[in-house]
Nanobody, 123 residues
């Protein structure tokens, strides 16, 4: 079983900052890519940013220049630093991890999600 626990969401005024964290735990061998997605009410879940195990990053256009994704492989943790927040950033933010599970002779990758953390930006 794999658990992803997000923290750091909350209410902030426009122009403010928040830092989200997501810790992965459970029966895993390693973690490949990790990422953050968000879903606003009535909309689909969209990519915010991803990061590979070696630190290569990818951002949605809406996040470029304002958000920074990072990870600590030793702690199985991914972060999202969000600056210059806007009301349109309001959404539930979900952590995602491509975790490697299995045994020494049989390994497989599975896609795991956190429960989400609410980010609300007031104008």
């Amino acid at each position: 079983q794999v658990q992803l626990v997000e923290s750091g969401g909350g209410l902030v005024q426009a122009g403010g900052s928040l830092r989200l964290s997501c810790v992965v735990s459970g029966s895993i061998v390693s973690i490949n890519a990790m990422g953050w997605y968000r879903q606003a009410p009535g909309k689909q879940r969209d990519l915010v940013a991803t990061i590979t195990r070696d630190g290569s990053t990818n951002y949605a256009d809406s996040a470029k220049g304002r958000f920074t994704i990072s990870r600590d492989n030793a702690k199985n943790t991914v972060y999202l630093q969000m600056n210059s927040l806007k009301p349109e950033d309001t959404a539930v933010y979900y952590c995602n991890a491509r975790v490697v599970r299995g045994t020494a002779t049989l390994r497989y990758e599975s896609n795991a999600w956190g429960q989400g953390t609410q980010v609300t930006v007031s104008s």
